[in-house]
């Protein structure tokens, strides 16, 4: 059985390849998720319906873990996500509690600034639209 801080990193980098049912089985059935100040979600079926819906929109995710430790089930990270949906993306801080039991995440509970989430992503949208307007002007010289 690996060990709480391996669990953990497994079930980000799993999700960070959109291995949606890879991740899910680091998942306990009975598994509580939150976005604080959001509602938990309770259970594995309300967890894979949050985590599908960036699937869905085709949101990839990126997990850039700063600090990682744990003391005995409970690991703690510190670290940067970044939701990206074509050319847009936004980066922000969060900082995750999950608790493991048995090889499998009981408890996954991030806490981030919703500011700066807001902040980034406005930020992600002026850079998607410069990136759009660089490229249709390259395009545009190309056929002359």
Same mark, same amino acid.
């Given at each position: 059985?690996? *060990?709480?801080?391996?669990?953990? &990193?497994?079930?980000? &980098? ?24 959001? =509602?938990? @979600? ?20 990126e $997990?850039?873990?700063?600090?990682? $430790?744990?003391?005995? =089930?409970?690991?703690? %990270? ?6 990206? @949906? !074509?050319?847009?993306? @936004? ?5 995750? &509690?999950?608790e493991?039991? *048995? ?11 919703? %500011? %700066? ?5 406005v930020?992600?949208? !002026?850079?998607?639209?410069? %990136? ?12 002359d």
């Amino acid at each position: 059985m690996a *060990d709480p801080k391996s669990t953990v &990193t497994s079930f980000l &980098t799993a999700l960070e390849h959109d291995d949606l049912d890879g991740a899910l089985s680091f998942v306990h059935a009975e598994v509580v998720y939150q976005n604080v100040p959001l =509602p938990p @979600a309770r259970g594995v079926e309300a967890v894979e319906k949050q985590l599908r819906m960036l699937s869905r929109y085709r949101i990839g995710f990126e $997990a850039r873990v700063h600090h990682i $430790a744990a003391d005995g =089930p409970i690991v703690l %990270t510190e670290r940067t996500d970044v939701l990206r @949906a !074509g050319s847009w993306d @936004a980066r922000f801080w969060v900082c995750g &509690t999950f608790e493991v039991r *048995d090889g499998r995440i009981v408890l996954w509970r991030d806490y981030f600034d919703w %500011t %700066t989430v807001l902040a980034s992503s406005v930020r992600g949208a !002026g850079r998607a639209v410069v %990136t759009g307007v660089s490229t249709a002007l390259a395009r545009a010289r190309l056929r002359d």
